[in-house]
């Protein structure tokens, strides 16, 4: 709809690619404003967005727990 051709308009075809690795830098920001009103020390570039509770999961293994 209008929203979508807004968009469009606004961010052209960049919107439909992968975005970076670490999530959206606005949306990052975002949430580490939020957590910072509630006593964090949260930075966007401190602050990760995965594509799924999945990749959150084996992205926390992987800094924690060593291989074999």
Known sequence: GMAL???LKKDGASILGYGPTAGSYGLRKTISKTMRENGSDATPER?????G???AIELVFRTFVERG
């Open 5 to 7: 051709q807004a968009v």
């Open 47 to 51: 602050t990760l967005v995965t594509s």
């Open 53 to 55: 509770a999945q990749q």
